[in-house]
């Protein structure tokens, strides 16, 4: 008779987990279908709308790596973060800082020429995120306070800053009430790099490269690497693991900052209240989809991102409402991320040993 133990696997699958990963898709993508039937949508038709949405035309497309852009910079600084087993639930919160220190740049230099305003923003948008992502780091090392409850509590405050800021000192006089900038110059516009795709592509290009050779080939990556898998022998070596801390927990606020600078410049041109648009909380995902891995996490942002694409194209074709597009998001990362469970773990059958038992003769 065979019992089933699990497992963990020696090494986790490298090329394997791709087969589990296109499993856990499929298994996602039918119990969307049968949800949409549960509302009286026609399933089938609404995967393919939605899959149609995020992948299937060119300005489908565009829209997707649009999102992409925002979600990989933030998706690549948390990843950062675990690296060190520091867990940064804050990313949505520095998105929001970005975003305003890019706008506070545009309304302090309104007439400053592209070569100063431009590099300028992304200089703003970079250093307050880091500053707001500093703050957990330094409740943790001074006051041992956890960084999970820090820093999401630190994106809520986020918003609230940016709601007093449009509803009073940057609220545009002409915008007819609302609550919002007013129109940024030609100048602070990110410019087009091709079609409608602008240059926040050109620095995802460029910092996944850079972290990866980071990590690779400096003693600093190497030793965030050697503080992530275990902290008590860092702290034995001499390595300055308050530092450290700081260190990714700041250059994650400075990529997800650049992520909010980018998104107000090149998308809305102008600060609004919907500047949380929930990219901090999908890079968690997307982090931990992509085991924290450069490279997955490119493909796995840009799949994500169109997800959401094809969500909202859901939600106008089939007049589905918003609340359930995001039931069908959830679900569909919900079932991906079990289905990791087996890049790491497997069952085995195992055959129980049978005792002899002793029987002499009385």
């Known amino acids: ?101 890019a706008a506070g740049v545009v309304l302090a230099f309104p007439q ?65 009430g609302m609550p919002v900038t007013f129109l940024f110059p030609e100048a602070a516009r990110v410019p087009e790099l091709f079609g409608r795709i602008h240059w926040g592509l050109a620095c995802c290009l460029a910092v996944g490269p850079g972290l990866a050779l980071f990590f690779k080939h400096t003693r600093l990556g190497f030793e965030i690497r050697a503080a992530g898998e275990n902290p008590r022998a860092a702290l034995y070596a001499g390595m300055p693991y308050a530092f450290l801390t700081a260190f990714v927990l700041c250059l994650c606020g400075a990529l997800a900052g650049l992520a909010g600078g980018l998104e107000t410049s090149a998308l809305v041109g102008r600060l609004q209240t919907s500047a949380p648009a929930g990219y901090g909380y999908t890079a968690i995902v997307v982090a931990w989809l992509a085991r924290l891995r450069v490279g997955r996490i490119a493909l796995f942002a840009f799949f994500l991102a169109g997800i959401r694409v094809g969500v909202e194209n859901l939600q106008v074709e089939l007049s589905i409402p918003a609340a359930f597009g995001s039931m069908i998001e959830g679900c569909i990362l919900l079932i991906m991320l079990a289905g990791q469970f087996f890049e790491t773990y497997r069952f085995e059958s195992v055959v129980p040993t049978c005792r002899p038992t002793g029987g002499g003769a009385a």
């Open 1 to 101: 008779m065979f019992t089933r133990h699990i497992t963990r696997r020696p090494e986790p699958l490298a090329w394997g987990c791709f087969p589990l990963f296109g499993a856990a898709l499929l298994l996602s993508l039918g119990i969307s279908a049968l949800m949409l039937e549960v509302q009286g949508k026609p399933g089938l038709e609404g995967i393919r709308l939605l899959l149609e949405g995020g992948f299937g035309h060119v300005w489908s497309l565009e829209d997707t790596l649009l999102k992409t852009i925002p979600i990989f910079l933030c998706a690549a600084g948390v990843a950062v973060c675990f690296r060190m087993q520091i867990w940064n639930i804050g990313a949505e919160g520095q998105f929001v800082m970005g975003a305003i220190g």
């Open 112 to 176: 400053a020429p592209a070569w100063a305003l431009l590099p300028g923003m992304a200089l703003g948008a970079a250093a307050l995120g880091a500053l707001w992502a500093f703050i957990p780091a330094l409740l943790r090392c001074k006051f041992a306070m956890n960084e999970i409850i820090s820093s999401l509590m630190l994106n809520y405050v986020a918003v609230c800053i940016l709601n007093r800021l449009l509803h009073d000192a940057w609220k545009d006089p002409s915008g007819s």
